[in-house]
Nanobody
């Protein structure tokens, strides 16, 4: 049974930073790509960033490129999302997800396991 558990969300002011973590268990972590998605109230769940199984390939959504950094520590079965220069429009529930392939997809339907989500709120 694969489990993903996010942590690190919270309330931050515009321009601030947060670091999200997602701990995985139940599968050989390094074999699979991981992704971060977010969902704001009344909106679709959107791709934020992905990381390949070996950490070498990291696609980003245009809206976060240059501000967010995804990384992974395969020894700790954990993926991270460092979020800098946060804006009110970054407010959402952030979800980590595990792909069924080593290369990350931008499509949420390609991800087979999901965490419960962590709330990020950016005040203006």
């Amino acid at each position: 049974q694969v489990q993903l558990a996010e942590s690190g969300g919270g309330l931050v002011q515009t321009g601030g930073s947060l670091r999200l973590s997602c701990a995985a268990s139940g599968r050989i972590f390094s074999n699979y790509a991981m992704g971060w998605f977010r969902q704001a109230p009344g909106k679709e769940r959107d791709f934020v960033a992905g990381v390949s199984g070996n950490g070498a390939y990291t696609p980003y959504a245009d809206s976060v490129k240059g501000r967010f950094t995804i990384s992974r520590d395969n020894a700790k079965n954990t993926v991270y999302l460092q979020m800098n220069s946060l804006k009110p429009e970054d407010t959402a529930i952030y979800y980590c997800a595990m792909d069924d392939d080593s290369r990350p997809s931008r499509r949420k339907d390609d991800y087979v396991y999901w965490g419960q989500g962590t709330q990020v709120t950016v005040s203006s």
